[in-house]
Nanobody
């Protein structure tokens, strides 16, 4: 059973930074993608970024381009989302997910999800 555990959320002021972590366990990850999504109250879950576990190819949603960086440490089975220049509109619960599909953008591409971590950006 794959298990994903996120950490690193919290309260930060506008312009600040946070690094989210997602520790994965349960099997060996090779061709998987690890995705990051976020969901604000009353809104749909939104794609933020993804990374291919083996080759390291990265993908970003429009809201993340230029401010967020996705990475992974294969030895630690951990993915990261570095978020810089945070804005109040980045406030949401952030989720990591793992999937084995060709696409990485939609929620349907992922089979396993973490519990989420709250990120709050104050103005």
């Amino acid at each position: 059973q794959v298990r994903l555990v996120e950490s690193g959320g919290g309260l930060v002021q506008t312009g600040g930074s946070l690094r989210l972590s997602c520790m994965a366990s349960g099997r060996t990850f090779s061709d998987d993608a690890m995705g990051w999504f976020r969901q604000a109250p009353g809104k749909e879950r939104e794609f933020v970024a993804a990374i291919r576990w083996s080759g390291g190819d990265t993908f970003y949603g429009d809201s993340a381009k230029g401010r967020f960086t996705v990475a992974r440490d294969k030895a630690k089975s951990t993915g990261y989302l570095q978020m810089n220049r945070l804005k109040p509109e980045d406030t949401a619960v952030y989720y990591c997910a793992v999937g084995l599909r060709d696409t990485v953008v939609g929620v349907e591409a992922y089979d396993y999800w973490g519990q989420g971590t709250q990120v709050t950006v104050s103005s």
